[in-house]
């Protein structure tokens, strides 16, 4: 007979989502080409890596299951990149039988995949449907032509907006698109052009990132060249203001710091992420956080692909906050949410009661004075519409 305590210790990891996760993250990593920006684990797409790298995923992804201990029958699974759809229509399938062969999709409620409209066609597009996909990203970050040659993207100012149709005569109910904003050479007209291009096509959820200027892309060596001059501070968070004040007129409330979305429609896997939740991270890259340790694994394809195929783990990093330190970081990541968080839900599944906590009490004094933190009536803390142009400053101090 077997010990009771490891049962009982497994029943109760498998039952808490911040322990036993409840998501999927996998991550293919080919592109048709590099764009400027970006700073993610890719490479350019070629016809003899992508089955190679299909067989290291599998070994990974059992290896993993395997190590829980428990069944996975994952609530939410979402599919990034690179670009899954830049893999060809034998290899998705290819990846989605494996993928049936490993996870339980009895309890899938959201299952993502990330598409680049000029690889997305529509063969595709009912393979993705046909194989459980039932959401599709589409990464559009803008319908200005010469903001999406800036960015290196591949598909031009109609393709953002005929990859949604394409998406909707496949069968899919829930679209989101991305957008970007902030951008080198980009002005308010070109931003509401672009924001109101998006409403127009009338998707459940639109993601609206700033631009980061990453170490080691080329518009950010662009950049130091001063081959590109990059908007002031001021002029950020105009753009930034316009996003907001025109995404929720036009009827996609925002929930997150860069999200916005129409009621129920709001992205469920990323939700687990900003409530701190365990999940699963498969492929180059990918990072997870299982039973209380969060791993990420290696950047480079070539350094994953020998980990997986030598039998060894592909983690690159591995990491178990205390208690104190993962309450903390909760903290912030719930922050992030225009709901904020209720201490006393708060305080039970995490320990660290706001209501009591000085440094906590402090941070928020300080912001709820200059206006950009408040407590709602149902005494919920959370960001103002007027902090979260500043919400990263806000943010830094309650760490």
């Known amino acids: ?41 890719r490479e350019v797409y070629s016809d003899d890596r992508p089955n190679r790298y299909l067989a290291a995923l599998e070994r990974e992804l059992a290896a993993r ?16 990149g690179g670009t899954p759809t830049a893999l060809s229509e034998a290899q998705l399938e290819h990846f989605f039988d494996l993928l049936e062969r490993h996870v339980d999709y009895a309890r899938v409620e959201e299952f993502t995949a990330e598409a680049n409209p000029g690889s997305a066609d529509t063969a595709k597009l009912s393979l993705l449907k046909l194989r459980g996909v039932n959401r599709a990203s589409f990464g559009v970050q803008s319908f200005q032509p010469h903001l999406l040659q800036l960015l290196g993207r591949i598909h031009g100012a109609k393709h953002g907006g005929e990859a949604v149709r394409r998406a909707r005569d496949a069968g899919f109910e829930n679209v989101s698109i991305d957008l970007m904003h902030g951008l080198p050479t980009q002005s308010l007209d070109d931003l509401k052009k672009d924001l109101d291009a998006a409403l127009a096509l009338g998707t459940e959820h639109l993601s609206a990132y700033g631009l980061i200027y990453e170490k080691g892309t080329p518009l950010t060596e662009a950049s130091a060249r001063g081959k590109i001059a990059r908007l002031s501070p001021e002029d950020e968070g105009a753009h930034y203001r316009l996003v907001m004040e025109t995404l929720c007129a036009g009827g996609l409330p925002q929930y997150e710091i860069s999200n916005y979305a129409k009621p129920g429609r709001e992205a469920r896997h990323n939700l687990v992420y900003w409530r701190n939740e365990a999940y699963l991270g498969i492929g180059v890259s990918a990072a997870g956080c299982v039973h209380g340790e969060r791993t990420v694994n290696h950047r480079a394809v070539d350094a994953y692909l020998n980990a997986v195929e030598a039998g060894q783990d592909p983690a690159a990093e ?11 970081e909760s903290l912030v990541l719930e922050l992030r949410l225009c709901g904020g968080l209720e201490p006393a839900d708060f305080h039970a599944r995490w320990g660290l009661d706001p209501e009591s906590d000085a440094g906590f ?3 928020y004094a300080k912001h709820a004075a200059a206006g950009l933190m408040e407590r709602t009536p149902e005494g919920r803390f959370r960001i103002t519409r007027e902090g979260f142009p500043v919400a990263d400053a806000i943010l830094s101090d309650f760490v």
């Open 65 to 80: 299951i395997a190590r829980l201990n428990a069944p996975f029958a994952p609530k939410t699974i979402f599919l990034g």
């Open 1 to 41: 007979m077997s010990d009771p305590a490891p049962q009982s210790a497994s029943r109760t990891a498998q039952a808490d989502p911040r322990l036993h996760p409840e998501a999927l993250y996998v991550h293919l990593p080919f592109c048709e080409a590099l764009c400027t920006y970006c700073d993610f684990a």
């Open 361 to 363: 009490q402090a941070a």
């Open 318 to 328: 591995r990491e178990r906050l205390d208690p104190q330190a993962k309450a903390r």
